[in-house]
């Protein structure tokens, strides 16, 4: 017996998303297929992106401005931060438009609408994965040999989705609602691409503005990723679980926003 | 043995917030000042589209104090006008939306069709499409390989089964959504007006299949403007009418009922200002419909060949806004509430453009070519490419036999339409 009224409250019904689990698998499907569909390169634009940036920031970042790259080649010091970032920036955009790009999904029939920012993530993750084996590559190419550190890149990993998941469920909340949000997105993203050490190094920020700048939870993946694979940067356990536990907080509130709202999505949307 | 209840309401109103006209400022400084404060009125009004206001005057009741009980495998059809809360009412029972206030109480596996073919993505293959669409719909994979072969057959695109969607016509588009729908197997099956699509072949499919599911014992509940369908297909009617429920019992007396009132013949002389169901931003308004025989004399009764007038006045909240270009469409209706003629004044490239004083249209139909029976007239106006004002089913007409060809002799074959011909 289900019921049906205005003041049902149930935080997270994850029930309902396990029985959902085939949609979610079709969801994620659609938004790799139709994403590389009718292009002649297909998947291979996961790739271009990040080596992409970083051609250019070795060029204009390494050689002209000669930033330190802490002793390892400037390439493979940005492409390692680039890996995670690709995915925040692209992971937070298409989960922050996965309500407002499916609005059929919304107003015509219901599905647990947590799975659409969930796939988008999803279907990042794989644009993930193949960054990732492109760094690999580049690690032997360099002779780099990270050793034992990097199995620091699984808590990262799990810090960088939950950190992706959580603000683009709250963005994709208020964007159902709020249309400013599409638009404000794409340099809310550039802001905090030039506020994260992408381009630098962290030890490159002065001591007093350390704690205001390490605030941005990508300042933790970026830095902890460069540590894991190059061995350069500071990171520590703590400051792992200090982001940690900022990002959960964070996705939780996030959680609770989107189910509170979710009820009146269709009248809105 | 006792009947089990499939789906029960208690009291369910649902209440939706509408837009309202702001008036605007007509100096240049009323101008600045509303245009800087233009954001934080559009954040109070899109705030206030999840709110809740207690500002009547800029809500609507879509239903109101709905209660229902549906025991299992009746199958129920809901009628009424546009806009009288039927839609709603299925969008609150598929969980899509939440009521106001009341509860619902649903036993049983839900399934909804409130429009075909969510989900599908142009990229993808029918075949992949199928999946997509198929787990939108509450199945799990599993369920839709076993009825795959069955979707593409009944279908009928299987040739085109691993070609992107966006290679398909219109109409193989709905029949593979169509076809999806069909093999779902919920326990209530919820479906809104979604036969109106296809060919008539394919509607014929569509109604046989509805048939079947009909009989394999599920419940379900059914919105149509198709009285025929209704009466064949249904074991109950419910009538909803302004978000409430007018008569509920079996079908063929409640169709009856509900097509007596609303197509009586109307007045002549209809004043359309304080009509409540309407669309649009209400910048300008219908005040007035007049119809009329070709000697402007009123009149609702009219013999097949007659000559139609309508006289339509206006009135614009704005000064000089009727002055701007309008686009007025006429729509006509038959019982079944199909559009069978449209008329709008762009396509015969008439220009409209009209003043505070000088308000009002003719519209004339010179030899009215429809069969014999009752028609209704909806109106719409667009000012500027946005839709203004629609009123629907405001005037109703009779069309009586008459000498539609002009050889004196009555015309005594029924047909819907009339038109001229050539022998040789």
Known sequence: ?269 | MTEKIAIQTKNISKRYVIGTKNSKPNTLAGEIINFISTPIRNFKKLRSLSNNTTDNTKTIWALQDIDLTINEKEIVGIIGSNGSGKSTLLKILSKITIPTTGEALINGKVGSLLEVGTGFHDELTGRENIFLNGTILGMNKKEVEENLDKIISFSGVSNFIDTPVKRYSNGMRVRLAFAVAAYLEPEILIIDEVLAVGDSSFQKQCLGKMDDVAKSGRTVLFVSHNMESIMTLCTRVIWIDEGKIIKDGDPVSVVNEYLETTNTISETNINLENINKRGGDGSIKFTNLTIMDKNQKEKTQFNIGDTLNLSISLKAIEKGLLNSNLTIKILIKNQNNTTVLSFNNESYNHFIKLDDKNNKIQFSIPKLPLGQGLYSISLEVWVNGGKADTVGDVGVFESTPGDFIGNGIPDQEHSLFHTNSVWS
Not at chain 1, 123 to 144: M, N, S
């Open chain 1, 1 to 269: 017996m289900q019921k049906i009224s205005a003041n049902q409250n149930s935080f997270f019904k994850f029930k309902e998303l396990i029985n959902y689990k085939d949609l979610l698998y079709f969801l994620v499907l659609k938004d790799i297929k139709s994403r590389y569909a009718q292009s002649v390169i297909g998947i291979g634009w996961a790739i271009i992106q990040p080596v992409f940036f970083m051609v250019v920031f070795t060029i204009i970042f390494g050689r002209l401005a000669k930033i330190d790259s802490e002793g390892v080649p400037y390439a493979i010091f940005s492409f390692c931060a680039l890996v995670p970032w690709t995915f925040f920036a692209n992971g937070v955009t298409d989960s922050t438009n996965s309500l407002t790009a499916n609005i059929g999904m919304i107003t015509k029939i219901y599905i647990p609408r947590l799975l659409l920012p969930i796939s988008a993530i999803i279907g990042k993750g794989i644009d993930f994965l193949i960054a990732l084996i492109i760094l690999v590559i580049l690690l032997f190419y360099y002779q780099i040999n990270p050793g034992l550190k990097v199995l620091y890149v699984f808590p990262l990993t799990f810090l960088l989705i939950i950190s992706a998941f959580g603000i683009g469920t709250i963005l994709t909340t208020l964007a159902v609602q709020y249309r400013d949000i599409k638009y404000a997105l794409p340099f809310g993203i550039q802001i905090l691409m030039y506020s994260s050490p992408i381009a630098f190094s962290s030890s490159m920020i002065p001591d007093k503005y350390q704690t205001l700048f390490a605030i941005n939870p990508m300042v933790t993946v970026v830095e902890g990723f460069r540590y894991s694979f190059l061995g350069t940067g500071t990171i520590n356990t703590n400051m792992i679980i200090a982001s940690l536990v900022g990002a959960i907080t964070v996705l939780l509130i996030s959680l609770y926003y989107f189910t509170k709202t979710e009820k009146s999505f269709a009248d809105v949307a």
